[in-house]
């Protein structure tokens, strides 16, 4: 019987042989093919690093174009409010203008009544009672309220003109 038993024991241990080496082949290619894949990553990883490299700098240069494309879209927006605002001191300037114009006719009407007075005083001494009572009724025809506004309107035209100047130096 120790026969027996020690034949099982011996194909027992043989057969436990055959399974370690089997496990170790195994083990083995096991090993061998992560070294392989590690290897292929690395490689990959080798060659693809400077390609990424690369792209993120593109990407970094574009986002800093965009950056400055802001800012000019900023200064743009800035460059557009001074000329809203110029614009509507322009719209000023057109109605101050305006004003100025009708300021200047009313001027010529009191240059014309001043002319008329100048007129009627150069021949004061040269008129009877008759041209003496025309010339008073003319000084009466004055329209005082009319001399008062246009010189109030030339006021506000000459106020009006000296502030926009003083806009611009």
Known sequence: MENKT???TQELLESLVR???KALRHSRFVTVLCLLLAALVIAAALLAIPRVSAVLGRV???FSELEGAVEMLDRLDTALSSAENAMGKLDGLADTLSAFDRTAGQ???LMGSAEALSDAAAHLGE???ESLNTGIRNIGQIDF????RA???LSDVVQTLSQF???FG
């Open 145 to 148: 309220e009319k001399l008062n």
């Open 151 to 153: 010189i109030s309107d």
């Open 127 to 129: 008129m009877d009672i």
């Open 107 to 109: 001027l010529d009407e």
């Open 165 to 167: 100047a003083g806009l």
């Open 60 to 62: 970094d240069e574009a």
């Open 6 to 8: 020690g034949y099982a």
């Open 19 to 21: 399974g370690q080496r």
